[in-house]
Structures are given as C-alpha cells and as structure tokens.
C-alpha cells in the first residue's frame, strides 16, 4: 500500500517538452507515454461534465466510495455501469497498473482500491482529482488529456468544443475501440453515449444535445512522432544535447517533464521548412532531366566529369546491407547477383511523400543514389539565436543532418570574402582600387607551383576589388591572398579560428582562399554572422533555457562571443557582399525573389558542381544553405544547373521572400548601419583613381558607395 506522501506526489511520467522562441510546442521526448499535465483552469467545464455523467455521476456527492453505485452494480451484475467512482479509477490508474492473476488477487485490490479513494479525497479537492484522472488516464499511445487533444484534434484542451470533449471521454471506455482515427464510427456512437449521459443529468438540454449527436466526426490527426512535425532535425540535436545535459546533472528526459526553450521561432522554421521542400523538389525534377537529356547517370568519372563511371554502382553495393547479409549466408557470386536484381516489396522517399512499391535491392541503390541532400539555417548575428534550422529533405528517411558542425562539405567561393576580410582588415586592400584579373602564380618550397584559373573571362582587366568578390573571380581571389604573403594562408587561417570554423584540418596551401576545405553550414553561418554585427562572432546557440516541470529554471544559455575584426572591416564587407546580388553571382535574389531590401550573399560551386552554396545576410538575419548529393561524384553534369546559384540560393530566396511577405514577423529591413567612425578605408569608388599592380584605369567605375 502507498503511504499518504505517495498518494499527495504521485509518480507520474512527464515527457520532455521542446519550445520556440515564440512559445510554440515543437515536439516531445519520450519512450512509452506521451503524457503532458494541465491544470484545471484550462480544462472546458463540459469537457468535466462530460466525464462526470459518464463515469461517475455521485462524484461531487461521495468521499471516494459510492455505495449506492456500488450495490447496484452488484445487484445488476454491472449491466447498468460499474460501481468505481473517478476517485477508485484514479487509484487503479496511480498505484495499480498489472493486472491481477486471480479472484483473490482482484477482490484484494479492489479492497486497495477503495482506502487509496478514500486517502485521495481526504489529501485533494474534487477540482485537483479531477486534473489528476484527466493527466493520468490513457488514450492508447496519448497519456494525459493535453497529449490526446493534440493527437486527435491538434489544439489544446481549452479549445476543444463539447462534441471533441465527449469523442475523447467517451474513449475512455475502451481506447483502441473507440479510437476516432482508426475507428470512426464507433467513436461516433460512444460519443453519443456521453452526450445522452450530459443530457440525463442535466449539462445538455435535450435540444442542444440532439444538434450536437447530428454532427459528423471531425479530427485534425497529429499523430506525436519523433520523426513528424515541425523542425524535426532540430529536435534531434535538442535530443542528443539533452541526453548529454541529463546525464550530467542527475535527470531523466523521458519521464521528469522537463521543458527545453529554444532559440527556433516557428513562422521562420515553417518558411524555411517550405522552401527547402519547394526547391528540392523542383532540383531533384531537373536533376532527372538531365539524366534523361544525356542518357547517362549522374554518377561521374573522377578523372572525367563528363563520363558515366560504370564502376560505382558495384563497387557501393557491396556494402549494402543486403549484399553483406548474402555473403555472410555464404550464397555464391552468381546467387548474390540474383538476389540483389530480385525485386521485393519496400517503403521509399519520394520528394510527392512516402510510396510503396516493389524493388530489386540494386534499383533502389541507384534510385537513393541520386536523391539530393540539403542543409539550411538562419540565425540572428546580434545574440547567436538559430531561428531556423533544417538538417535535411525528410528526416523519416534521411536522419543525417547536414547542418550540424560535425557535418562538412567544401565551401568553394562562400569562403572568399573571408579572405578578403582579412586583408580589408591588415590595410592590405581597399574595395575601390584596382588590380588585374590575370593569373597569378605561387610557389611552394619544393619548387612546384599554383596557378587558378576563372570559370568565365573577366569583363575588364583592371577590376576594382570588390568587383572580383561580386562574380566570384578566382584569379583575383588569389592576387588577394599573394599580397598577404608571408604565411598567408596562416594568416587566413588564424581569421577563420576567430570567426568560429574549426581549421584543424585547414592544409596551409594557398589554395585555401578559394574554399577548397570542408567546413559546415553551422559554421558558416556563424562566421558570416559577424560581417553583420558589427566584427563581433556569436556563438549559434539552440537553447536558451531548461526548466522543470513546476517551471523553475535549471540551466541558462548564453552565446560565446569573440571580437574577430574591428567594425570598420565588417562594415565594409556588408556593403561588398551587398553587390553581389547586384548584378553578381546573386542576381537572382532581387530578379527572381523580388527582395528588395538591402541583403548581401555569396554563392559557392566546387569542383566538378559537387556542392552548391549559398550564404546571405542581413542586418537581422543570416542564413546559409548547402545543397549536394551523398557522394561528390554525383553531380549535375552541367555547370548553369549545379552553380550554388542554382542549387543553393533559391531556398535562402524563397525563405526571405516569404518573411517579408509576413508582416508579424519584424525583422530590420534598413541598410546596414554606417558606424560612426573616421574611416580609413575609401568607399567611394569615384573617388579612388590610383591604380595599382602597375596597371592603367580601365572604363568608368561604379560607385561602391550609394
């Protein structure tokens, strides 16, 4: 038996809730109960007439046994309802979970039974057992009334009308039976049944209730899942962070109720959500086309990019599982080769949803094979709140997130303004002066040398500086980093570490300064997140408070920060990140997207159209994009479709394109702001004639500053 302390603080497994910033549930961490607890205020009062007239209609009358009901339930064999009063379910639900094996064992917790109602309505009041019986009780897989509002209807219990309120109390009678989902008319006939009950005992008037009975069954299913919902990715990382917190700190994430607030704001993780599954949709569409056009599969050649490599598909199945469970059987090769082209009924992504079909192992090797992969997320510079974060296209099929730091891909051209920024920041170069677009050589010590090249031919030679950030010229990249010399790449190193990137793996060749490393899209963004504010990096963060389930907070989160260049060179960065989408690499976002207020960005294409990249800012908002498939060697063959510009920038287009259609969401819209300082650095261009590199001025100039 349960001592009086037990019966005041039962224990009740809570699931770990997980917030936006906004205040939105975003999911649930749990293992066997979906239970969230409510407080009695927010419960509708005919949601408790509901149940009262159901289940216990003495309930405000009795002290935890109704004897009446009881010796009638005897007497009729139970024909006309049981004799258990809310109180005695209560205790069934708290303390007496197995069932009993025999008559003896069920008549002594009957007995149990009724001295716990007896204690429960001696320690609480009728409201408190009944919030109790409504957080306890079961609706199959929902525990709790709050979880099995969101499951059936998706709102809260405040909002739920009689009709939803008698579908759900009804239910209680026999869960899987009365299940609204799989069973719908016989959850409409118990539903019933409950409104007669308000009838009998008066909570309905006998008009209102024949109206209500009329009315069809109307669910709005949100079946809780941890890969459903809203920025599933995210709550993964949530997942895995606060396996780690717990374990340190002494607490159980699946049965403590804890509540974890995030930095995600959900009209901006919807936005970014929807473009992602617009836009992949739509590239994975061309991607088919081409494949189709050329008449070859999008797995190449490494040495020749435009070749198929016939090699690939069995060289990777080998280390299927199917392959590897064949010869652990110790089936021959040829056996193997029949089983592998063996057709079998099997669930697959598609980018229209989840299909059904048959498929031969290697056919469904060569169709994921092709499937393009995406990470995107957005953060606010000033305070390191990750407002949007998608690891992937479907985290049912897909959980590998490529946003997270330990998720790397290289970079391509998205690295070049780090670059720059490092010499804008050592006075090495100044944005309006002039230097050749020709190539440019380096040596290393062995003697052997590097000489890039330009994807397309510069329109002038000289070029201003900022000219060669805004189309992504190689060659005057380079020139950049030559002048840093000695220990250039060092030096671009060195930035990078203040800026947030991990370079544990950064080669210090020059080649660096046109990206050829692999760094994340977390990363990326937090490095670009300090053009934006001001030089100072933040930190990204995804959490900015735990807290128990009575609301007391347990842990707080505040983002590192860490000076990486002084305001003038950010500053400056922003307004030549700010051309790019002027007629540069980043056209599209003002020709297609229409977003007109000022946004700066910069795409990124690597070797053979691997990667694609996209990174934007804004004074508020700062967001970065990858886009790829699972191996580097598929890719698109043809350079206007595997550009970043192609790949990467139309998610942060339509993403942007969407908060500014939305007039709730308030970011700035401004210019970035002008610091007020004596600047060093000449910004108007029309000003600037002194050429440099021994080279003469060219045609007019476009001022660099508005």
Same mark, same amino acid.
């Given at each position: 038996?349960?001592?009086?302390?037990?019966?005041?603080?039962?224990?009740?497994?809570?699931?770990?809730?997980?917030?936006?910033?906004?205040?939105?549930?975003?999911?649930?961490?749990?293992?066997?109960?979906?239970?969230?607890?409510?407080?009695?205020?927010?419960?509708?009062?005919?949601?408790?007439?509901?149940? =009262?007239?159901?289940?216990?209609?003495?309930?405000? /009358?009795?002290?935890?046994?109704?004897?009446?009901?009881?010796?009638?339930?005897?007497?009729?064999?139970?024909?006309?309802?049981?004799?258990?009063?809310?109180?005695?379910?209560?205790?069934?639900?708290?303390?007496?979970?197995?069932?009993?094996?025999?008559?003896? $064992?069920?008549?002594?917790?009957?007995?149990?039974?009724?001295?716990?109602? #007896?204690?429960?309505?001696?320690?609480?009041?009728?409201?408190?057992?009944?919030?109790?019986?409504?957080?306890?009780?079961?609706?199959?897989?929902?525990?709790?009334?709050?979880?099995?509002?969101?499951?059936?209807?998706?709102?809260?219990?405040?909002?739920?009308?009689?009709?939803?309120?008698?579908?759900?109390?009804?239910?209680?009678?026999?869960?899987?039976?009365?299940?609204?989902?799989?069973?719908?008319?016989?959850?409409?006939? #118990?539903?019933?049944?409950?409104?007669?009950?308000?009838?009998?005992?008066?909570?309905?008037?006998?008009?209102?209730?024949?109206?209500?009975?009329?009315?069809?069954?109307?669910?709005?299913?949100?079946?809780?899942?941890?890969?459903?919902?809203?920025?599933?990715?995210?709550?993964? @990382? =949530?997942?895995?962070?606060?396996?780690?917190?717990?374990?340190?700190?002494?607490?159980?994430?699946?049965?403590?109720?804890?509540? #974890?607030?995030?930095?995600?704001?959900?009209?901006?993780?919807?936005?970014?959500?929807?473009? =992602?599954?617009?836009?992949?949709?739509?590239?994975?569409?061309?991607?088919?086309?081409?494949?189709?056009?050329?008449?070859?599969?999008?797995?190449?050649?490494?040495?020749?990019?435009?070749?198929?490599?016939?090699?690939?598909?069995? *060289?990777?199945?080998?280390?299927? $599982?199917?392959?590897?469970?064949?010869? /652990?059987?110790?089936?021959?090769?040829?056996?193997?080769?029949?089983?592998? /082209?063996?057709?079998?009924?099997?669930?697959?992504?598609?980018?229209?949803?989840?299909?059904?079909?048959?498929?031969?192992?290697?056919?469904?090797? *060569?169709?994921?094979?092709?499937?393009?992969?995406?990470?995107?997320?957005?953060?606010?510079?000033?305070?390191?709140?990750? *407002?949007?974060?998608?690891?992937?296209?479907?985290?049912?099929?897909?959980?590998?997130?490529?946003?997270?730091?330990?998720?790397?891909? @290289?970079?391509?051209?998205?690295?070049?303004?780090?670059?720059?920024?490092?010499?804008?920041?050592?006075?090495?170069?100044?944005?309006?002066?002039?230097?050749?677009?020709?190539?440019?050589?380096?040596?290393?010590?062995?003697?052997?040398?590097?000489?890039? @090249?330009?994807?397309?031919?510069? /329109?002038?030679?000289?070029?201003?500086?900022?000219?060669?950030?805004?189309?992504?010229?190689?060659? &005057?990249?380079?020139?950049? &980093?030559?002048?840093?010399?000695?220990?250039?790449?060092?030096?671009?190193?060195?930035?990078?570490? *203040?800026?947030?990137?991990?370079?544990?793996?950064?080669?210090?060749?020059?080649?660096?300064?046109?990206?050829?490393?692999?760094?994340?899209?977390?990363?990326? #963004?937090?490095?670009?997140?300090?053009?934006?504010?001001?030089?100072?990096?933040?930190?990204?963060?995804?959490?900015?408070?735990?807290?128990?389930?009575?609301?007391?907070?347990?842990?707080?989160?505040?983002?590192?920060?860490?000076?990486? &260049?002084?305001?003038?060179?950010?500053? =400056?960065?922003?307004?030549?990140?700010?051309?790019?989408?002027?007629?540069?690499?980043?056209?599209?976002?003002?020709?297609?997207?229409?977003?007109?207020?000022?946004?700066?960005?910069?795409?990124?294409?690597?070797?053979?159209?691997?990667?694609?990249?996209?990174?934007?800012?804004?004074?508020?908002?700062?967001?970065?994009?990858?886009?790829?498939?699972?191996?580097?060697?598929?890719?698109?063959?043809?350079?206007?479709?595997?550009?970043?510009?192609?790949?990467?920038?139309?998610?942060?287009?339509?993403? &942007?394109?969407?908060?500014?259609?939305?007039?709730?969401?308030?970011?700035?819209?401004?210019?970035?702001?002008?610091?007020?300082?004596?600047?060093?650095?000449?910004?108007?261009?029309?000003?600037?004639?002194?050429?440099?590199?021994?080279?003469?001025?060219?045609?007019?100039?476009?001022?660099?500053?508005?």
């Amino acid at each position: 038996m349960p001592d009086v302390n037990e019966v005041a603080n039962p224990n009740t497994t809570l699931a770990t809730e997980i917030y936006s910033d906004d205040n939105e549930l975003l999911g649930k961490l749990y293992r066997l109960e979906n239970r969230t607890n409510i407080e009695y205020n927010d419960l509708p009062e005919y949601m408790v007439n509901a149940l =009262v007239a159901t289940e216990d209609a003495r309930f405000y /009358k009795h002290s935890g046994i109704d004897i009446k009901a009881l010796i009638r339930a005897v007497s009729k064999l139970g024909r006309d309802g049981g004799g258990s009063t809310i109180s005695q379910q209560l205790a069934k639900n708290l303390f007496h979970d197995l069932e009993s094996k025999n008559k003896i $064992q069920r008549v002594l917790m009957k007995f149990k039974e009724w001295i716990i109602a #007896v204690k429960l309505e001696r320690e609480y009041t009728k409201h408190e057992i009944i919030t109790l019986y409504f957080n306890t009780v079961r609706w199959g897989n929902s525990s709790g009334i709050k979880s099995a509002a969101k499951t059936f209807f998706n709102k809260p219990v405040a909002s739920l009308n009689i009709e939803e309120a008698a579908v759900l109390v009804g239910m209680l009678r026999a869960p899987s039976k009365y299940d609204p989902y799989r069973n719908p008319n016989n959850a409409k006939h #118990v539903r019933n049944v409950v409104l007669n009950q308000m009838e009998k005992y008066d909570y309905l008037a006998e008009i209102q209730c024949d109206s209500i009975k009329s009315l069809e069954l109307v669910l709005d299913y949100n079946f809780s899942s941890h890969n459903r919902g809203m920025a599933t990715y995210l709550r993964e @990382q =949530v997942h895995q962070f606060m396996k780690r917190w717990c374990k340190k700190n002494g607490f159980n994430i699946y049965s403590d109720g804890l509540k #974890v607030y995030t930095t995600i704001d959900s009209r901006m993780q919807q936005y970014a959500e929807d473009a =992602v599954e617009k836009h992949m949709s739509s590239l994975q569409e061309q991607l088919y086309g081409e494949i189709k056009r050329t008449k070859t599969m999008p797995w190449r050649d490494e040495e020749n990019a435009w070749n198929e490599d016939k090699n690939y598909i069995p *060289k990777h199945l080998k280390n299927t $599982q199917q392959y590897k469970l064949a010869k /652990k059987e110790g089936l021959s090769d040829a056996e193997i080769d029949i089983k592998m /082209k063996t057709a079998v009924p099997m669930r697959i992504f598609s980018c229209k949803g989840t299909i059904d079909t048959t498929m031969s192992p290697i056919d469904s090797l *060569k169709y994921y094979k092709q499937i393009l992969h995406t990470g995107f997320m957005a953060m606010d510079p000033k305070n390191g709140y990750i *407002k949007a974060w998608v690891g992937g296209i479907d985290f049912a099929h897909f959980q590998y997130d490529h946003v997270n730091k330990w998720s790397t891909r @290289q970079v391509g051209s998205t690295f070049k303004p780090i670059v720059y920024a490092r010499a804008i920041e050592d006075q090495i170069i100044q944005p309006c002066e002039l230097i050749s677009s020709g190539p440019v050589t380096f040596e290393s010590e062995d003697g052997s040398t590097w000489t890039p @090249q330009n994807s397309s031919k510069p /329109k002038a030679d000289p070029l201003p500086i900022y000219e060669g950030l805004k189309h992504s010229h190689n060659t &005057m990249t380079a020139r950049v &980093m030559k002048r840093m010399e000695p220990n250039s790449p060092l030096k671009v190193k060195d930035f990078s570490d *203040k800026l947030g990137i991990d370079t544990k793996k950064f080669m210090p060749y020059p080649s660096i300064c046109l990206g050829t490393m692999d760094i994340s899209v977390y990363e990326m #963004v937090g490095a670009y997140s300090a053009f934006a504010n001001n030089g100072v990096w933040t930190e990204p963060i995804f959490i900015t408070r735990i807290e128990d389930k009575h609301g007391n907070v347990l842990a707080e989160f505040i983002p590192k920060t860490e000076e990486a &260049m002084n305001i003038q060179t950010a500053y =400056v960065m922003c307004k030549m990140l700010q051309k790019i989408p002027e007629g540069g690499t980043a056209t599209r976002l003002r020709t297609r997207y229409g977003i007109g207020f000022p946004v700066g960005g910069k795409t990124g294409t690597t070797q053979n159209n691997s990667d694609g990249w996209f990174m934007g800012i804004s004074p508020d908002l700062v967001g970065g994009c990858w886009v790829g498939a699972e191996d580097r060697q598929v890719h698109f063959r043809s350079t206007s479709l595997g550009q970043g510009a192609n790949m990467a920038l139309p998610i942060f287009g339509l993403f &942007m394109q969407s908060i500014k259609k939305d007039s709730k969401i308030s970011i700035n819209k401004n210019d970035f702001n002008k610091p007020e300082i004596e600047f060093t650095i000449e910004l108007d261009c029309d000003k600037y004639k002194q050429p440099t590199d021994n080279t003469s001025v060219g045609s007019e100039i476009d001022p660099f500053q508005r």
